[in-house]
């Protein structure tokens, strides 16, 4: 959890989706750069179409059709986060203390995503060639489908091997695909090699970053080979 001392708070029991951008729309009316919503665990479509330059924190995990259509928030969830969310977000930087559901971040573009866990089936769907994804844990089936040249890095940290599925990357640009750790390769589509100090340049600014937010040891990152995914020609 981040440093909320400052943040204007937001109880959400008895609001709906609508209330809430509503009531964030007027705090940064006021000049609210940072606010903390709590009680946000059951309620569907939570920030959707919001669009401001402003920070919201989010005490609990949320629910399903979370955030889809934003533009310019820098968001922090301290749970997990449920189905179809994340859609065609724009300008933004997601940061979940947690896990990500089924069809998690089709379609976003200029955006950055830190996961500290996993995310499930049919996530990063579309990932545009100027976003940003480092996951903390393993993706779940059929993974970055038609990447456009979006940098994604698998980080592992529980240990044992990444499964390079063959449901991953289908049409996918391979250029910035990082893993790192102990891999076994089912995917006949790509190859595997290992990093040299031209992939550092691309990949250490964002597990930096990564480890950061989640307070998690960079020197424990780095102690594990990084490899570089390579589409077979």
């Known amino acids: 959890m981040t440093e909320v001392k400052s943040a204007q708070q937001l109880d959400c029991s008895n609001l709906t989706a609508g209330q809430i951008n509503n009531e964030i729309k007027r705090l940064a009316s006021e000049s609210a750069k940072s606010i903390l919503l709590k009680n946000t665990k059951n309620i569907n479509e939570l920030l959707c179409n919001l669009s401001l330059n402003i920070k919201i924190e989010i005490l609990d995990s949320v629910n399903n059709d979370f955030a889809n259509t934003i533009q310019n928030l820098k968001l922090i969830i301290n749970g997990n986060v449920g189905d179809n969310s994340a859609a065609a977000t724009l300008n933004s930087k997601i940061t979940v203390f947690g896990s990500c559901g089924n069809h998690f971040a089709h379609k976003i573009k200029s955006s950055e995503i830190y996961i500290l866990e996993n995310c499930s089936s049919n996530s990063f769907y579309n990932l545009s060639s100027d976003s940003k994804l480092v996951l903390g844990g393993l993706p779940g089936k059929f993974f970055a489908d038609n ?85 077979v020609t």
């Open 147 to 231: 990447n456009l040249g979006g940098k994604i890095i698998i980080l592992n940290l529980k240990g044992g091997n990444i499964f390079i599925e063959e449901n991953w990357f289908n049409n996918s640009v391979n250029e910035c695909i990082y893993l790192r750790g102990g891999i076994k390769n089912l995917n006949n589509k790509f190859n595997l090699v290992e990093t040299n100090d031209t992939d550092e340049d691309v990949y250490l600014p964002l597990i930096s970053e990564f480890s950061r937010l989640f307070k998690v040891s960079l020197s424990e990152i780095k102690s594990k080979q990084f490899y570089r995914l390579i589409r």
